[in-house]
């Protein structure tokens, strides 16, 4: 998920610099929903919540880790826009995804 959301913050910056926040923004949903798709058709073992919840915290991990180790700075966690709202999207795309992978009862999930 990280990587597919971080590909897509590489390439906006270098085609569309002024604009790459909120590319990232938009593609970091996407990421998301490609993963989640992956995980509740193959897996599919936690409810969405905790799902949803595993997942943003990944992407938090390895935004901090970006953060200290590339860029020595914590700054990028000011922006609502390029941090706090696609921590958002990814969250809600998440859980929404495994809301309805059970209801349309995707094989492995709970009832």
């Excluded at 193959?42 to 935004?63: E, H, I, K, Q, S």
């Amino acid at each position: 998920m990280w990587v597919l959301s971080g590909a897509a913050l590489v390439v906006a910056r270098s085609l569309a610099a002024p604009h790459a926040v909120a590319i990232y923004a938009a593609a970091a949903p996407i990421a998301a929903a490609t993963v989640a798709a992956v995980y509740y058709g193959a897996f599919n073992r936690t409810t969405p919540l905790a799902t949803a919840g595993v997942v943003v915290a990944v992407v938090m991990l390895f935004d901090l880790v970006v953060a200290l180790v590339w860029e020595r700075s914590l700054a990028m966690f000011d922006s609502v826009l390029g941090t706090w709202l696609p921590f958002a999207l990814v969250f809600a795309q998440t859980l929404v995804s495994g809301l309805v992978a059970r209801r349309t009862g995707v094989p492995g999930s709970a009832p």
